[in-house]
């Protein structure tokens, strides 16, 4: 008869085992499904096919020396400093490309980075938005980029993303919203 403690003992062992397989299983799975990532950014980047065309998307948001802790601009401000592609061709994206974005990729909001996700590529923070009387609104858990589109004189297109989702939203040209350039991909 096995006494109590060569049964534990066993036991134990079997259970250490079975532990180290199925966390060495789950490794290997992770790093197949990192590798995976990894090749597809490698490959695609962050280059998304919006509105008939491809566009790349600048690695970060722009930085206003003007709000330098948060790096908002007016519409104005963004439409001065990127309406027109630089030498570079870094532009605003229009309202049909960040439409495009918004329909044709997948969504999530990351809540550990506090980011709106598309593709599994492309992260934007989110920053939030100033109103027009420089209050600051929903920092961490609201994103607000602008487009090179206007709707009116007081309105212009923007991309509004939150936890839950995300939309096109027309938003007061005197406030202050996040700016991602893009550039045409030949």
């Known amino acids: 008869m096995q006494s109590y403690k060569d049964f534990k003992k066993g036991f134990l062992n079997e259970w250490v085992d079975r532990s180290q397989a199925a966390r060495k299983a789950a490794e290997e799975l992770a790093m197949k499904d990192i590798t995976t990532l990894s090749d597809r950014y490698k490959e695609e980047g962050l280059v998304f096919t919006l509105d008939g065309h491809k566009v790349e998307f600048k690695a970060e948001n722009e930085k206003n020396p003007n709000d330098p802790e948060y790096n908002l601009f007016t519409y104005e401000e963004a439409l001065k400093r990127f309406g027109e592609p630089d030498k570079d061709g870094w532009r605003l994206p229009t309202k049909e490309e960040l439409e495009a974005l918004i329909n044709d990729y997948p969504y999530e909001f990351d ?66 919203r996040s700016v991602r350039l893009i550039r045409d991909v030949k």
């Open 111 to 176: 809540k550990e980075s506090n980011q709106g996700v598309f593709d599994n590529r492309l992260s934007l923070p989110a920053a939030g938005r100033r109103n027009c009387n420089a209050s600051l609104y929903s920092v961490g858990s609201n994103g607000f980029y602008w487009s090179s589109t206007f709707k009116d004189l007081e309105y212009a297109w923007c991309l509004f993303f939150y936890s839950s989702g995300l939309v096109m939203d027309d938003g007061y040209r005197c406030g202050c």
